[in-house]
Structure formats: structure tokens, C-alpha cells
């Protein structure tokens, strides 16, 4: 518990910085002369915009989030009236690798997480997590990896602790929705993302502008080591307003897994499908911007005997700039459901479970957004008890 207190108080110091920063920068600008100018130097934490530059200059730079959710089941006895809260804080160094170290082509990360449940107790029933920041209190490093790009960009080689969802299964149109089926299949047994990346190694080879093979090994938490083969395809429609892609995911675990009868399995796989299409697009009159329509399709397959999900289907379709005054708004609609494996040992009482989203997001300004996202779920957790439940969360996004 010290340990996490002190790494805790260490990340806490780092954002009153970056405050500090945002909140300085106007009166830097407009304030006297650099006392250096006089003879004398100004402490650096007096000047931080000065000292974000020279670190800029050297090919690091700093990036935050913050994102607060809080949710409400409109139909549990569970903590009706106060609800769930949680937020989780984002502080991420990228490097590029020319400036920094010299070596064209070549960037670097560092990220830190923090993630605390402040109150309440979260609705359990759902299968597929309702908030796709859900887990438990935290303070860690979350990612730190170096990656190098050869022969003209063609391959690019990236090594450490990746999440592995920024590279495999991710669903580019679908960002904004909270639950966290949007953002990759949870037929995906293990797969090193939110909340726990791991080590891993991947390998991305484009040998032509619309083409790309993505291969991965990562470490698990307990279940041994992942393979992850996922080749993709881009195109246009139009005269290039219109991209779509499509990728093809394939996983293996190796390792000792428990099936759901008891016994161990040396293997289990499965696969995945993502595609993406943007499609019509409608200028508004008088306003800059333009309102877009993108539509995004999964799908994914897991063994039963030892996965709870063996099948997965989703979709939906997200509108930009729903109104000529809010062209930086954003509106979602979309489904998801699994089917849960009927082996005896899985304790699933009902086939499956069918969660419906919608979102609205508001953009204020820069760095400020509020997404009002509500969720439907039906036959949760895959249990005759769970009755049907609305989920309605407030999301509060804080970038700099």
C-alpha cells in the first residue's frame, strides 16, 4: 500500500505540473522580460512553458486525459440512488527517436495510468463491461515501448509493454462508446489490454499503401503467451472521402488452460473481424465542416470448452457534426451480442447477452468534452436472476 501511495503522490506532483503549464501559459506570454535578460535566471518551475519547449525541441513531449464516469442502473436495487463513480488519469510521454537519440524513423513511449472507483458499487450482472474504464484502483506504468520504422516505412518493428488493442482487433469509428465490446471483441481470450498490457513484440509489414500484416507475441496474465496474425485492407470510395478498411485477426494461447470440465489444454484459438466504412457525407450551409456518417461491423469466434464467449457479433454507426451549430459533435448508435459456451462447467443459465448503445458527444471547447452515453442490457450475465437492465453514465473527457 506505501508503494502505491508514494507512486500515487508522484503522479499527482506530474499533473499539477502539467496544470500549472495550461494555466500559465497566458501570463508567460503577456508578462516582462526573461530575467535572464538582466543577468538573473528564472527557476525553471517558474517558466514551464520554457521548459516544455526545450523538451519539444529534444523530441519529448507531454500529453494528458482525464476521463470521469459515473452511472447510474435505472433498474437495480443496487446503490440506486448514489450510483457508480470511477475516473482514470492518462499521462503520456511520446519521443520521437530523431530528435531525441538520433535514429531516423525510430519513436518511443511512456505512459502512466491512474484509476480510482471513488464510490458506490458497480451493477456486476453485465458480461460485457458497460464502461470501458471499469477496473480496480491503481496507480501504474501502463505502457513503454520503442518501435523502429525500415525501408521507407514498408516494416515497422515495436518492442516493450504495449497495450496490445492500440495495434490489434481496434475499431477506429468506434472510440466513443463506453461499453467495452466496442473497442475489441471479448472472444479475444486474455488479450494484454486495459486494464493489464504486457511485454510483448510485434511486426508490421506494409508492402503497399492499401495493405498491411500485423503480427504479435505477448505475454498473458496466466495463460502463457498469445499470437496474434492480423492482415488488413484499406480502400476508397469516391475520390478518397469515403476510406474503409477491413481487417482479419487470428489468436493462439499456448499454455497450461483450464477447461471448463477440469481439464487442462495445452492451446486455444480463435478469430476475429473488424471492417470500416465511411459513407455519406452532407455539407452545412454557411458553417465550416460537414456532417459524416461511418458504420463499423465484428465479429469473433472463441473454443467453448475453455471461453466464456464463443461467439461474437456487433455494430453500429456514428454520425459527426449532427447539427450546423456543433460541428465538432459527435452521435452513436450500436449493438453488440455474445453467445456464452453451453458447456456445463461455464454456469450460464440463458444463451447469450444483447447490449444496446447510444451516445451523445458534446465538444466544449479544446479540451473539455461530455459524452451522455446509455446502454440497454438484456438477459445480463447470461442469468435467469439478472433482470433487464438501463444503464445510463455521464462521461467527462479532460485532453491537454
Not at 465490446?181 to 481470450?189: A, N, Q, V
Not at 451480442?337 to 447510444?358: I, K, Y
Amino acid at each position: 500500500m506505501g508503494h502505491a501511495n508514494l507512486r500515487a503522490n508522484i503522479l499527482l506532483a506530474i499533473i499539477f505540473l502539467a496544470i500549472s503549464h495550461l494555466s500559465s501559459s497566458q501570463t508567460i506570454q503577456s508578462s516582462s522580460p526573461d530575467p535572464s535578460a538582466n543577468g538573473t535566471s528564472a527557476p525553471l518551475i517558474s517558466r514551464p512553458k520554457a521548459v516544455l519547449q526545450g523538451f519539444n525541441e529534444h523530441g519529448i513531449s507531454f500529453q494528458g486525459m482525464a476521463v470521469y464516469d459515473w452511472s447510474m442502473t435505472l433498474r437495480s436495487a443496487q446503490d440506486t440512488e448514489a450510483g457508480f463513480g470511477r475516473y482514470s488519469f492518462d499521462l503520456s510521454m511520446p519521443v520521437d527517436g530523431q530528435k531525441a537519440f538520433g535514429l531516423e524513423g525510430s519513436a518511443g513511449l511512456v505512459r502512466l495510468k491512474h484509476h480510482m472507483r471513488q464510490f458506490g458499487e458497480t451493477y456486476d450482472g453485465a458480461a460485457q463491461v458497460f464502461s470501458n474504464i471499469d477496473s480496480s484502483s491503481r496507480t501504474m506504468l501502463y505502457e513503454i515501448w520503442f518501435e523502429q520504422r525500415l525501408m521507407s516505412n514498408k516494416v515497422r518493428l515495436k518492442g516493450g509493454k504495449i497495450d496490445a488493442n492500440t495495434e490489434f482487433a481496434a475499431v477506429q469509428t468506434a472510440g466513443d462508446f463506453l461499453n467495452s465490446s466496442m473497442g475489441y471483441s471479448p472472444t479475444i481470450m486474455a488479450f494484454p489490454t486495459y486494464p493489464e498490457p504486457k511485454l510483448g513484440i510485434t511486426a508490421f509489414l506494409q508492402p503497399t499503401t492499401n495493405n498491411r500484416l500485423s503480427l504479435g507475441a505477448f505475454q498473458t496474465v496466466g495463460m502463457g503467451t498469445m499470437i496474434i496474425i492480423e492482415p488488413a485492407h484499406n480502400w476508397n470510395i469516391g475520390q478518397g472521402e469515403r476510406p474503409g478498411r477491413m481487417s482479419l485477426g487470428y489468436w493462439r494461447l499456448n499454455g497450461q488452460i483450464t477447461q471448463f470440465d477440469g481439464r487442462c489444454a495445452s492451446s486455444t484459438e480463435g478469430f476475429y473481424s473488424v471492417v470500416e466504412q465511411s459513407g455519406w457525407r452532407h455539407p452545412w450551409m454557411g458553417q465550416q465542416g460537414q456532417r459524416k456518417l461511418a458504420t463499423f461491423f465484428q465479429i469473433g469466434y472463441a473454443q467453448g470448452q475453455v471461453s466464456p464467449f464463443t461467439r461474437h457479433l456487433g455494430g453500429g454507426a456514428v454520425l459527426q457534426a449532427p447539427f450546423g451549430s456543433r460541428t465538432q459533435d459527435s452521435l452513436g448508435i450500436a449493438a453488440t451480442s455474445v453467445r456464452f459456451s453451453s458447456r456445463p462447467g461455464a454456469g450460464f443459465e440463458l444463451g447469450g447477452e444483447l447490449v444496446l448503445e447510444g451516445y451523445y458527444k458534446a465538444t466544449i471547447g479544446k479540451h473539455l468534452a461530455l459524452v451522455q452515453d446509455f446502454q440497454f442490457l438484456h438477459h445480463p450475465g447470461g442469468m435467469r436472476a439478472n433482470r433487464d437492465c438501463p444503464i445510463l453514465t455521464p462521461r467527462l473527457v479532460i485532453s491537454f
